[in-house]
């Protein structure tokens, strides 16, 4: 089985409670959102950029699609030092390989690795295929005042109850801009907390200003919507894309 990937490098994660950890990142490609603010490229590509010296800003080209081996193999090469503490899944949407995954993830862990998917948070029964090998959780709440699609609630809801069933480590992340809806907000969190309970760690990540995004919260705005929501779900935190800030991958 193979697989279309975008990037493949080891760097510092920047979001969500994981912050600063070393992580190495498994960009897939494809999507099947279509949020008004991705700065990602979720289209099919023909290679996969590869920075095989970390932070070395030096990338070479390896054609797509991989196979789990090819894969495999250069996670021995870019984690030779065995300093990544997890594998992070991210995209585009790595769920919609979920049958590639299946593949991939057993033999990570076999290897000794941790894997940690970075998730819209909506494919419930893909989630559910590949759940025994995932050590860690990252998933979105999608709020349609922010990504200008269509609301995807229960599809969360049944996500969340899913990652609590199995008893994985886990955190929502609420993205917000300056044109959240509160009423919106606040049904979300809602949501959370019956699926998810009242420890659900949640993270409020405001939209990092690019040449694309102007709409950032403001600092009242983020100050207000965390004391609302931690009436709800104390464990609700405010962290910024802190990559982007560095300037890092
Ligand atoms: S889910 Fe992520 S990758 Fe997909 S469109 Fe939205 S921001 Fe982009």
């Not at 932070?55 to 789990?68: A, D, Q």
């Not at 894997?115 to 990252?138: K, S």
């Not at 969360?156 to 609590?164: A, E, G, T």
Request: glycine share 6%; with cysteine.
């Amino acid at each position: 089985m193979k697989s279309y990937l975008s990037e493949l490098f080891s760097s510092i994660q920047g979001e969500g409670p994981y912050v600063g950890e070393r992580q190495l990142f498994m960009r897939f490609c494809g999507c099947h959102r279509d949020c008004v603010y991705c700065d990602t490229n979720t289209q099919r590509t023909e290679a996969v950029v590869v920075e095989r010296i970390a932070g070395s800003g030096i990338f070479e080209s390896i054609p797509n699609p991989l196979s789990v081996d090819d894969l495999l193999e250069w996670v021995r090469i870019l984690d030779h030092k065995k300093n990544n503490r997890h594998i992070s899944l991210t995209g585009g949407a790595p769920l919609l390989q979920v049958k590639f995954l299946g593949e991939l993830l057993p033999r990570l862990e076999n290897e000794g690795h941790r894997n940690y998917l970075e998730t819209a948070g909506d494919l419930p029964q893909q989630l559910e295929a590949i759940i025994e090998y995932l050590d860690v959780v990252a998933m979105d709440v999608k709020l349609s005042s922010v990504t200008h699609e269509k609301n995807t609630f229960p599809a969360h809801w049944q996500f969340l109850s899913c990652l609590r069933t199995y008893n994985v480590d886990s955190f929502v992340k609420l993205i917000v801009s300056d044109e959240t809806d509160e009423a919106e907000l606040m049904e979300a969190v809602k949501g959370i907390h019956k699926s998810g309970g009242k420890n659900t760690i949640v993270i409020l990540q405001a939209l990092s200003a690019t040449e694309r995004v102007s709409n950032v919260p403001s600092v009242q705005q983020l100050m207000r919507w965390q004391e609302k929501i931690s009436g709800v779900l104390p464990q609700v935190r405010v962290i910024p894309q802190t990559h982007k800030m560095m300037g890092m991958l």
